[in-house]
């Protein structure tokens, strides 16, 4: 025991070793576990786009980035364990794509001074930055996707779509249940009725929650699922002939791990979309020649174009734009990670600058403010083609509704607030 | 040579009696406690309390209810992690209800809590045993987390159905919340872990813990000697139920500071504690903690070694940690089956008589 404590000492002081002066971002992985069909390519996309900086560019504005990456196997106990080793290092920003790690961040990364991104998930109140000085979600958030959800299937009805029953599958976690409020608000304003189907981590068994739906045949269904569960609701819808085009998962339900399996029964699934899909971008080519042909490609180098491969590179381009907006604003390449935060919450993504970095189209436009630290609520939703084996845009990217989303952020966090004994306010 | 009982004349019961009865071991032991006390809080930093103490040591304590529960007294059981989970939700209600009262009560009164829940689903061990009392006990598993998960007023109706443990003080020091220093959050988890340790070492050699081992050994020749088994049953589950109310209320409150009951206290955790317990060694105090350091540390310490000193690939790391422990885990239990405890124990008989042994 004790040995074990001296040998882990003198790890850990191997570990504080590296240089300090580089930029540090981390990536806190989930390559293993259950999850890891999901956390491979989005660790993967991260990875690839600091390697492609760090190969094309030498870095943001001359500083070379260091990557540090830890494996959290989507636990909760191991992520703790990844950010008390990492922050020492000066890590820039966290993603620790988990909500539930999230939630345990918020209170811990504003003690220490780091900013945290969640991009599309995490707590969604932390969209008001006079309470969350430190969290990041923008361009949007799940309380965004719900809405979005809503909006799509007014569209299709035509704008009506009272009486009609909307059903959620929902994993039972924190996850699963951040868009319960909203939409039972939207089922205010819009008159359809809302049923909720709990599915117990890790989705496996759905039988029961299937059967209901297929009883109760609602209009819709709606899926907040993650990993394996959504493999198996698509499945499932596709056993008891649900219409595809009437099943709309959000953008965590949307890769292609979770429609392949079924084959060609999940063609016509609808997904919400953070940012587009697809390789189709001048960036894809620079990848290509500096991190792939170069034999630098994270992991197997086999997930480029994949959707959360893409959203991997979407977390890791505005991080980078970030620390960009940062340097600017202090005058000085070597950022520290108080500075990085100013740099987010002064973050700017414009079509003309995703254009310049080669990603055209790629994600909404948005801008961040102390206020506002939530983007500007924008989504899509894309379809999956099992023919050809990809996704596709099928709408613009469009507003939630801010009317209703508004007042549940200013009411969550409010009351997170008051909990915490946080003063709010913009400083 | 040091290590012996020669010498070491005992002129009282107590002396006799006592837990440590050689010197050596004795010594040992204060110097154990001035270290964990005096010495640690004074030099460790925040990867040093959230990586490898904290979770040591509330790990220690779960290990040592359970080890009550399965080694002492022989009845097995799956529920732990739902237990724990008992203990965090009481200690969360308790504290947001009554933010004036002392932590350290908090905790104390979840334990409480988590006792009496664990007397009602330790009835049916009256009934089954053996095999049958671990699936019985699973139901306990299941049902308290989706309890958790279902009913709002568990999780104050908050949105998304996290607990998160707002900032509490011991005498003006936060312990809970992100502004703890480490060593506030490691001496309060010190403080109930040697607690914990001492209650469990002397119940288990008094009137009570005899008669749980006399269930343990044969229910129904101790029944015959005068043992009533609904009583010690009872108390076995409710006093193994109570230390690992505190330790899921330290578990939630100092550790983790936001918890999901499926993520945090699901079957996982039932097993974990198992393990740690039989790799530790039934029936032993000592072994609980060994149990629990050999599952938390090894994976931080082999993560360590691998991944920051060799520089391998992350998930290669994990794999082989997976692959490690588990073979580690085959390996002494295949060399000794009475687990870390009886290694100890062998290790000291060998010394008694080093460096002479005939």
């Known amino acids: 025991m004790k040995l074990k404590l001296i040998t882990a000492a003198v790890a850990v002081l191997m570990a504080a070793g590296p240089a300090m002066a580089d930029l540090t971002f981390s990536i806190l992985s989930y390559r293993t576990g259950p999850y890891a069909p999901n956390g491979i390519p989005l660790a993967d996309g991260q990875a690839d786009y600091f390697t492609l900086i760090n190969e094309r560019d030498g870095g943001i504005n001359g500083e070379k980035i260091n990557v540090v990456e830890c494996e959290t196997g989507y636990n909760t106990e191991k992520g703790v364990e990844c950010y008390e080793a990492t922050k020492g290092e000066g890590v820039l920003v966290y993603n620790p794509y988990s909500t539930g790690m999230a939630y345990q961040l918020i209170p811990k990364v504003t003690a220490d001074g780091i900013p945290l991104h969640t991009l599309g998930y995490g707590r969604t109140s932390a969209k008001n930055g006079k309470v969350f000085s430190n969290v990041f979600n923008y361009p949007a958030n799940y309380w965004d996707g719900a809405s979005h959800a809503v909006s799509h299937i007014l569209d299709v009805n035509g704008g009506d779509i009272s009486g009609k029953t909307i059903a959620l599958v929902y994993h039972n976690s924190a996850y699963g249940k951040e868009p319960i409020r909203t939409l039972e608000e939207l089922a205010k304003k819009h008159g359809y009725n809302l049923t909720l189907l709990p599915v117990d981590h890790p989705g496996q068994e759905q039988k029961s929650q299937w059967l209901q739906i297929r009883r109760e045949k609602p209009d819709y269904v709606l899926m907040w699922g993650w990993g394996v569960m959504n493999q198996v609701a698509i499945q499932e819808a596709a056993n008891i002939r649900f219409p595809m085009e009437n099943f709309i998962g959000i953008w965590w339900s949307a890769s292609e791990n979770d429609v392949q399996p079924a084959g060609d029964a999940s063609d016509g699934y609808k ?23 170069a034999g630098k490609a994270a992991g197997a180098g086999d997930q480029l174009g994949t959707v959360l491969y893409n959203r991997g590179l979407y977390t890791a381009m505005l991080s980078v734009e970030a620390a960009r907006t940062a340097q600017k604003i202090h005058g000085t390449n070597a950022i520290t990670p108080a500075m990085m935060r100013d740099g987010m919450e002064a973050l700017e993504m414009t079509e003309a600058k995703m254009a310049g970095l080669g990603l055209p189209g790629f994600g909404p436009e948005f801008k961040v403010s102390c206020e506002n630290h939530g983007g500007n609520g924008f989504g899509a939703v894309s379809q999956w083609d099992a023919n050809a084996g990809k996704w596709s845009l099928i709408t613009d990217y469009v507003q939630s509704d801010q009317d209703i989303i508004g007042p549940l952020i200013l009411e969550d966090s409010a009351a997170y607030a008051a909990e915490a004994g946080i003063t709010q306010g913009c400083n | 040579m040091f290590y012996r009982e020669a010498g070491d004349f005992k002129t009282s019961y107590a002396e006799d009696n006592q837990t440590f009865p050689i010197k050596f071991d004795r010594y040992r032991y204060y110097v154990v406690l001035v270290l964990a006390f005096a010495v640690v809080p004074f030099i460790i930093n925040d990867y040093w309390v959230n990586a490898v103490f904290l979770p040591f040591l509330i790990y220690s304590i779960a290990a040592i209810g359970l080890n009550i529960l399965v080694g002492y007294c022989g009845q097995v059981s799956l529920g732990s992690g739902g237990f724990m989970a008992v203990g965090a939700y009481a200690c969360y209600k308790l504290m947001t209800s009554f933010p004036d009262v002392n932590i350290a009560i908090h905790v104390m009164l979840a334990g409480a809590i988590t006792a009496a829940v664990g007397v009602l689903f330790g009835l049916p061990s009256l009934r089954i045993k053996g095999f049958y009392l671990a699936v019985a006990t699973l139901a306990a598993q299941f049902f308290l987390v989706w309890l958790f998960n279902r009913v709002p007023w568990f999780y104050n109706y908050s949105a998304s159905g996290q607990i998160s443990a707002p900032e509490r003080t011991v005498f003006g020091i936060p312990v809970t919340g992100a502004e703890t220093a480490p060593w506030a959050a490691y001496l309060f988890c010190l403080v109930f872990a040697v607690a914990s340790a001492l209650i469990a070492r002397n119940l288990t050699r008094g009137m009570i813990g005899r008669k749980w081992m006399a269930i343990r050994d044969m229910d129904i020749a101790a029944e015959i000697i005068g043992v009533n088994p609904l009583k010690a049953k009872l108390s076995a589950f409710a006093v193994s139920s109570f230390f690992i109310g505190i330790a899921g209320a330290l578990f939630f409150a100092i550790y983790l500071g936001a918890i999901e009951v499926g993520e945090a206290f699901g079957i996982n955790k039932s097993f974990l504690l198992l393990f740690m317990v039989i790799i530790g060694g039934l029936g032993s105090i000592f072994g609980s903690f060994a149990g629990a350091a050999f599952l938390v540390l090894l994976p931080v310490l082999l993560k360590n070694l691998l991944v920051v000193g060799l520089e391998w690939p992350t998930d290669l790391a994990t794999h082989l940690e997976f692959i490690i422990v588990g073979g580690l885990i085959i390996l002494f239990l295949v060399a000794e089956p009475h687990g870390l405890a009886q290694l100890w124990r062998v290790a000291k008989e060998k010394l008694r008589l080093w460096p002479f042994p005939h």
């Open chain 1, 271 to 293: 997904a919400l979309a953070l940012h587009n899909v697809g390789d189709d971008y001048p960036l894809y080519e620079d990848l290509q020649k500096y991190v792939v042909d």
